[in-house]
């Protein structure tokens, strides 16, 4: 699926034919025709998930600009890549915390549509995308087609993050069904035992 936007890879509506949420990679090479387009959809509201040392390396051109609701709301331990495909899962049920549900609540009761987005658009945006789609009533199936959309839309862009960091593995950073569903039944049984 194409990026809603040129100079991105990975901004696609949450949802075909709702408007209410974008998600993304990071915007931090946004043209005028592209903010223009963004005001123009009433996608005002902007929600960065990347810690601050994150985003002072690869500022978001919205967060200085006046017609933008930019909020900054870091993801607990979305900046630590897990190694193995085991920590995939585990990695995103640590993400699931109280401040997850703090960011839910700004997205739900944004104002205006929304944009969020972290550094690739994967697993931050990933996780967030899919509580969201959860409380909207999404089955378990179009969850998991939509995070996988993503491994399509940074095939090139995680090859190249990898061939960089050799003590990465292409398989553990690209987007599995498996790794999704495993977040899905930990989700669920976490809240059958509340």
């Known amino acids: 699926?194409?990026?809603?936007?040129?100079?991105?890879?990975?901004?696609?509506w949450l949802r075909e034919g709702c408007s209410r949420y974008i998600r993304s990679?990071?915007?931090?090479?946004?043209?005028?025709?592209?903010?223009?387009?963004?005001?123009?959809?009433?996608?005002?509201?902007i929600v960065d998930l990347r810690a601050p040392?994150?985003?002072?390396?690869?500022?978001?051109?919205?967060?200085?600009?006046?017609?933008?609701?930019?909020?900054?709301m870091p993801v607990s331990?979305?900046?630590?890549?897990?190694?193995?495909?085991?920590?995939?899962p585990r990695s995103?049920?640590?993400?699931?915390?109280?401040?997850?549900e703090r960011i839910l609540q700004l997205v739900e009761n944004a104002p205006t549509n929304v944009m969020y987005f972290c550094n690739a658009g994967k697993d931050r945006t990933g996780v967030l995308s899919a509580l969201l789609l959860r409380r909207m009533g999404a089955s378990r199936?179009?969850?998991?087609?939509?995070?996988?959309i993503t491994a399509d839309n940074l095939k090139e862009m995680l090859a190249e993050f990898v061939a960089k960091r050799p003590e990465l593995s292409l398989y553990v950073v690209t987007p599995r069904a498996?790794?999704?569903?495993?977040?899905?039944?930990?989700?669920?049984?976490?809240?059958?035992?509340?």
Not at 53 to 72: G, I, M, N, T, V
Not at 77 to 88: A, N, S
Not at 92 to 100: I, L, V
Request: glycine fraction near 2%; include cysteine; proline fraction near 5%.
């Open 92 to 100: 995103y049920m640590a993400m699931a915390d109280e401040q997850m």
């Open 1 to 12: 699926m194409a990026s809603l936007l040129s100079t991105t890879l990975n901004t696609r």
């Open 25 to 45: 990679d990071v915007p931090d090479k946004l043209t005028d025709e592209e903010i223009t387009w963004l005001l123009e959809h009433n996608v005002r509201t």
């Open 53 to 72: 040392a994150e985003a002072a390396k690869r500022p978001c051109r919205l967060a200085q600009h006046p017609d933008f609701s930019y909020h900054s």
């Open 141 to 148: 199936q179009e969850i998991v087609v939509n995070f996988l």
């Open 77 to 88: 331990t979305g900046d630590i890549v897990p190694l193995c495909p085991e920590d995939v």
């Open 178 to 194: 498996w790794y999704m569903e495993t977040f899905l039944d930990r989700i669920e049984e976490r809240e059958r035992n509340r």
